[in-house]
């Protein structure tokens, strides 16, 4: 963290940033807009007013730290890092009672060991179904990690012959490794067919997001210092990840938060350097000559990607094909799987999950999807797609919400691919 | 605030639309200008019978009532000046009724502008008034500022597409105005007299508004000289055609500068001083001679950059980094006075140099883009919060700018209303005699004065 962002004083009230934020398109009360939290940050900032911490912190915590105002104000007003700000303050002054999920968080935390052998399934679910009535899914079966390191030798074959050989890490995160392990296995498979070799150490654990969006820095701290060390020693030049949410907490919030001198500071931003959301890692590969692997659906199927609010592109993409018109780098993938259709969407709503979010405001949240899932009919899909652990939570969980959808399938786009390939 | 009004309104529209804890109220205290008025309570209504309510409350708590949509205005409309109650029309977002055959929407004030502009697109028609903050600014703003934007030059403002209206007066009464006819001499026109009343004569509950076909297509240049008068009369014999743009929007150089950025991409790079884009619309083969034709007259006045821009990609990086200007401007100074004046088209030159001179006298930076169709010029003046006698130079600088406007027979305020922000300076156009006729209008629809009072005068 460098100096203190005071970006809040940046704000004009101009008001861009009300209909794209999804709790305000969904109360249409001002206390639940960006613009409304930046206000109540400077007043805070400020002192000149006094304000009640738990009223603050309701606007703070109802935020889903989505980046959809950061993305459209002109004038540089880093709300989502301000709105994390804040909440690390208010913990401190409300003595962590501000992060409501502060028990399952120190189980993510603490039972790292266990985490790995499913722990999700063991100790967090439980806890986090205690906190709500929230339908959390059923891992799909054994965790992707267990006891070891693994090595997945490249498949040469398949891959254009002879070239030198590219070695990447996997950087699963705790959803993909407990709740949907066949993503995991799936986003391995995709990479080995296409030439790389991967390596996935045991010591890996949770990104941090669930703790530094709850205003516990040390815990995000600490994650972050294991990761990095858990990929330390090896000799790779990408970490691959299939969920977009970790790559936003990896890619954007590390550098944020680590100081020169932290310990760690030069592992830690190292890690970030070199971890890639999947799909540009795929625009990486292309870039590099190599010839993505192509696919073929049996069956021919069509579908919606539900762009993820954290799946960042690259800075220097530019669409190249249709569907990476409509879905960004993302859409590489789909022009390789024959057979599958890409649908747009008209709005790429937020799908209301936001993390913690979904589990402290449930009901704001489900609003949001509904909204979501109203765009989503209107598309009438066979399939919906996604790539980020969140975005399968909630959209997996609220396909019910409106009768026509109650049966859709919900996959992450990488595990479509690595059927096509297999077939 | 009297607790009791509070309950009253939480009787009638229950709590959840009732806002009256101070950290909820912070949030309704501002809009687009610098300045702050904290409301006593905010109130989210439904329909005209609420507003009705809500309005005859007022009343009897002889509290003002000041109507809100997304408080993006830029002369502080939407304040409460003298505190009370804030309306917000944000929750009356609904399409009422489309009918194809008159082309005529009627819709409820809350509804966005680009909702509205999507929802008819989808359907072949065109709504055009297009303020740069059609993207989140309320019909129901738009029609109480008049609000307009480049496709001014050949569509019109919003003014041009209000048919009729449903509105609460400040007695709490319900009335209608106009008529879907085109023509319609039945008594004074009401309707065209809300239209830019800022939210002062009464509340828009519903709003019945004109439509178009869509064009078939259009088409955008990028063109820049080097010499203002070279610009100058280019633009004009545009304007002469036939077949005007359907844009003709005009940046000085520092607003260029401030939105570099947004065309760093490499589609665009721009030269020079002065630049205008402009749009063609109209069937596609329309819009190809369009385009032709004024290429042909922009060259004779040696362009220093000429671009067209073929691709949508294109067209969206052009007009993103135009909407951008306004808000982008905050390099420049933390504290800006923005006037949008509009002068007669033959007076914009005069008036750029008078002002530049100004920016010099008072050592102010001075940043001029604007709707070059329609004279409309936002002149925004820079300053530092802290520095107060930047400050000073900055309010002199004002006056004399507003001043010439007036003397070249032009109007202090184009699009953005007069409000809290030029209230004072009405009287550099308007005799005592006149201005008394505007608050004898004021007393008719509103005896009380409690409508958004301590606005335009
Ligand atoms: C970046 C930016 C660019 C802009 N560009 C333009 C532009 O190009 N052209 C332009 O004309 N304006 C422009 N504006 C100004 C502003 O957006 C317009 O005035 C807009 O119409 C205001 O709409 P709003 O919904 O935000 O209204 P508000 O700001 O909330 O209110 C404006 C006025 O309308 C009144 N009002 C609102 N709803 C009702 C109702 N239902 N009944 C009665 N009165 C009501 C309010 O009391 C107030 O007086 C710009 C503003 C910004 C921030
Ligand atoms: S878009 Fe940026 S400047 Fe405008 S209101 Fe939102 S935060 Fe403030
Ligand atoms: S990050 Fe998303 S939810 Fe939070 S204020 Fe911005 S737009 Fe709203």
């Not at chain 2, 290429?295 to 052009?318: A, H």
């Amino acid at each position: 963290m460098e100096d203190k962002d005071i970006s809040y004083l940046n704000c004009v009230h101009c008001g861009k940033c009300l209909p794209v934020c999804p709790t305000y398109r969904i109360s249409l009360n001002e206390f639940y807009s960006p613009r409304g939290r930046v206000r109540l940050i400077l007043t805070d900032n400020n002192d000149v007013l006094p304000l009640k911490v738990s009223k603050v912190a309701e606007a703070m915590s109802t935020c889903l730290l989505c980046g959809r105002c950061v993305n459209i104000c002109p004038n540089d007003v880093k709300i989502g890092d301000l709105i994390i700000n804040e909440r690390i303050k208010l913990n401190e002054l409300q003595d962590n009672k501000f992060s409501l999920g502060a028990i399952a968080l120190k189980a993510l935390k603490n039972k790292r060991k266990i985490l790995l052998k499913s722990a999700l399934k063991i100790a967090n679910i439980p806890i986090i179904n205690q906190l709500n009535r929230r339908f959390v899914p059923n891992p799909q079966g054994k965790a992707f990690i267990s006891a070891r390191n693994y090595r997945f030798k490249a498949d040469r074959n398949g891959a254009g012959g002879k070239r030198e050989e590219i070695r990447a890490g996997y950087f699963s995160g705790c959803v993909f490794n407990s709740i949907y392990p066949q993503i995991s296995a799936d986003t391995v498979a995709s990479l080995v067919k296409n030439g790389v070799s991967v390596f996935v150490p045991q010591m890996q654990g949770c990104c941090g997001l669930p703790f530094i969006s709850s205003g516990d820095i040390s815990s995000f701290k600490d994650l972050a210092l294991n990761n990095a060390n858990a990929f330390k020693a090896q000799d790779i030049d990408y970490i691959v990840t299939s969920c977009a949410s970790c790559s936003y907490s990896v890619n954007k919030l590390y550098p944020l938060y680590f100081n020169k001198n932290d310990e760690g500071y030069s592992e830690v931003l190292n890690f970030s350097k070199k971890l890639l959301n999947i799909w540009s890692f795929f625009k990486v590969l292309e870039k590099k000559g190599i010839d993505i692997k192509a696919g073929e659906l049996q069956k021919e199927t069509d579908a919606v990607f539900h762009i993820p609010c954290h799946l960042l592109n690259s800075p220097e993409f530019k669409p190249s094909s249709y569907n990476e018109g409509l879905i960004g780098e993302a859409g590489l993938i789909v022009d390789k799987i024959a057979g599958l259709k890409l649908k747009p969407l008209k709005h790429n709503y937020c799908c209301g999950n936001g993390g913690m979010f979904n589990i402290r405001h449930y009901d704001l949240s489900k609003e949001i999807t509904r909204l979501k899932f109203e765009e989503i009919k209107e598309a009438f899909p066979q399939n919906i797609l996604t790539s980020c652990s969140g975005c399968m939570f909630s959209l997996s969980d609220q396909r019910g919400i409106l009768k026509e959808q109650q049966g859709i399938p919900v996959n992450h786009l990488i595990s479509i691919y690595a059927q096509s390939l297999k077939e | 605030m009297n607790q009791k009004l509070i309950k009253e309104f939480e009787e009638l529209l229950g709590k959840n639309r009732v806002l009256s804890e101070a950290e909820e109220l912070l949030c309704y205290s501002y809009d687009a200008t610098s300045k702050e008025f904290m409301p006593d309570v905010v109130v989210f209504p439904l329909n005209s019978n609420e507003i009705s309510n809500i309005v005859k409350l007022c009343l009897k708590y002889n509290t003002p009532v000041v109507g809100r949509g997304s408080g993006s205005g830029f002369s502080g409309g939407s304040l409460p000046l003298k505190g009370g109650v804030v309306v917000s029309f944000t929750k009356m977002n609904h399409i009422l009724e489309i009918d194809e055959e008159n082309m005529f929407v009627t819709v409820e004030p809350g509804v966005i502008n680009a909702d509205l502009k999507s929802y008819l697109a989808e359907k072949g028609y065109f709504y055009p008034p297009d303020p740069a903050s059609y993207e989140f600014s309320t019909i129901g703003g738009n029609v109480a500022e008049c609000s307009g934007g480049p496709s001014a030059v050949k569509y019109g403002v919003t003014k041009d597409y209000v048919a009729a209206l449903e509105l609460i007066t400040g007695d709490g009464e319900i009335i209608n105005t106009g008529s879907k006819s085109v023509k319609d001499v039945s008594g004074y026109n009401l309707t065209q007299l809300m239209v830019g009343s800022e939210g002062t004569l009464g509340l828009f509950s519903k709003i019945t508004l004109k439509f178009l076909s869509n064009p078939e297509a259009n088409s955008l240049i990028l063109v820049s000289f080097d010499d203002i008068g070279n610009g100058f009369n280019a633009a004009i014999s545009l304007l002469k055609l036939r077949n005007r743009p359907s844009m003709l929007e005009f940046m000085d150089k520092s607003s260029i500068e401030s939105v570099k950025s947004y065309f760093k991409s490499d589609i665009i790079k721009i030269e020079g001083a002065f630049l205008f884009i402009i749009e063609a619309d109209g069937s596609r083969l329309e819009v190809g001679e369009s385009v032709a034709e004024y290429e042909k007259i922009l060259k004779e006045f040696s362009p220093v950059f000429l671009f067209s821009s073929g691709s949508e990609e294109e067209k969206r990086v052009i007009m993103e980094a135009r909407k951008a200007i306004s808000p982008s401007l905050r390099k420049y100074g933390d504290l800006k006075i923005n006037n949008d004046i509009a002068v007669p088209i033959n007076k914009i030159i005069e008036m750029l140099s008078f002002i530049e001179g100004i920016s010099k006298t008072y050592n102010v930076p001075i940043i001029n883009f604007g709707h070059f169709g329609d004279g409309n010029i936002h002149v925004n003046i820079m300053l530092n919060k802290d520095d107060a006698d930047m400050v000073k130079r900055g309010e002199k600088a004002k006056f004399e700018i507003l001043k010439k406007t007036a003397e070249a027979g032009g109007s202090l305020s184009g699009e953005h209303g007069i409000g809290l922000e030029k209230k004072e300076f009405m009287k550099l156009k308007y005799n005592d005699y006149y201005m008394n006729i505007l608050k004898n209008i004021k007393k008719v629809f509103d005896p009380r004065n409690i409508i958004n009072p301590g606005k335009i005068f």
